[in-house]
């Protein structure tokens, strides 16, 4: 299983910080699971200011999560879901989007959180969206990883 050897973190304090999630719209059942994990993360680091973007599908996740950035906030969320198919497409699209967000990342030093899904079928994108049964919860993960990420650059800039 991909989750063995995952931290077990306990949530920090986010009343100080603006979260976005920026959510694909392609595969509606795998992303109600990402938005509803993202939303109880964001419950449970109790943040003070969140949105929620919806974009077409995972290769637009990129741009939006840069305006997001660049609008100020201290954390973007990308959630998407590419299932392989029986064309290069899946591996274009997984790179563009990888590369992208990193970029965002790195170049607005904003933590993105990165909740999209690359499965070989709809069962294992499934098991991984939180949803009744699932094994792992990846919309809740990458909401987490970026909203501690964020807590810790708060730290190392006020230090």
């Not at 929620?52 to 973007?76: H, K, N, Q, S």
């Not at 939180?130 to 909203?147: F, M, Q, R, V, W």
């Amino acid at each position: 299983m991909s989750g063995h050897g995952a931290p077990s973190l306990q949530p920090v304090d986010g009343s100080d910080l603006r979260v976005a999630v920026v959510a694909a719209s392609w595969h509606t059942e795998v992303m109600d699971g990402l938005l509803a994990g993202a939303e109880r993360a964001l419950d449970d680091h109790r943040v003070g200011e969140s949105v929620v973007v919806r974009v077409p599908g995972t290769f637009e996740l990129p741009v939006a999560a840069a305006a997001l950035a660049e609008a100020g906030y201290d954390a973007v969320v990308a959630l998407g879901v590419v299932v392989r198919g029986g064309t290069p497409h899946f591996e274009y699209v997984c790179s563009a989007a990888t590369d992208g967000l990193t970029r965002v990342a790195l170049d607005h030093r904003t933590p993105v959180g990165f909740g999209v899904l690359t499965c070989d079928t709809d069962e294992q994108a499934l098991d991984r969206a939180g949803l009744p049964g699932s094994s792992e919860d990846k919309g809740y993960e990458a909401t987490a990883a970026a909203i501690q990420t964020a807590h810790t650059l708060r730290g190392i800039t006020r230090s």
